[in-house]
């Protein structure tokens, strides 16, 4: 694999990404528990260099030492959502191929990461495993709930040309 084109994360992409995403939520009024998890990531990574920083230096250390929280999370999302095929007759159903499933759970995993890093910076020496479950829940709550906004991932990865392995890989 071309490592020039797959190998790499694009931060400044990752970080438009997750602004895009997250004010749209807020604008549509996501609730306050999200706000202030946005907020935490506004404060501690806001730009490339403090993301880069507060991933190298907090978010990886604790993921280092907890790495079963993301795999029981992706766990747990493939279980509730029948991944790769979709839960037909749920209300959170959109009807999609297996790319457009795999599409779901790399940008929900990507902007919740990236909440996570920020939070980690937000909070330094500090970041708890407290922190942690507060992000996941308050970003599962505004998220996987609302079959529109589930439906918008796509739409606006398509739009951005990132609905690729080559977008996917620039996220993730």
């Not at 190298?56 to 992706?74: S, T």
């Not at 990236?114 to 922190?131: D, M, P, Q």
């Not at 392995?165 to 993730?172: I, S, Y």
Request: charged residues 20%; aromatic residues 18%.
């Amino acid at each position: 694999m071309d490592e020039e084109c797959y190998g790499r994360t694009d931060t400044p992409l990752k970080l438009k990404t997750v602004f895009d995403l997250s004010e749209a939520r807020i604008n549509e009024g996501c609730g306050a528990r999200f706000e202030e998890a946005f907020l935490w990531f506004v404060q501690g990574a806001n730009n490339v260099r403090d993301f880069e920083f507060a991933n190298r230096e907090f978010y990886a250390p604790y993921f280092e030492q907890h790495p079963y929280i993301f795999e029981n999370y992706l766990l747990n999302y493939m279980f509730q959502n029948l991944f790769p095929f979709g839960r037909i007759g749920s209300a959170d159903f959109i009807r999609q191929n297996a790319w457009g499933e795999y599409l779901q759970i790399a940008i929900q995993y990507a902007w919740l990461q990236a909440l996570l890093v920020g939070t980690a910076g937000f909070f330094k020496r500090a970041f708890t495993s407290e922190h942690v479950i507060q992000v996941i829940q308050s970003f599962a709550r505004a998220t996987e709930h609302y079959p529109h906004v589930l439906a918008s991932f796509g739409t606006y990865l398509r739009v951005r040309d990132l609905d690729s392995l080559k977008g996917m890989a620039a996220l993730l």
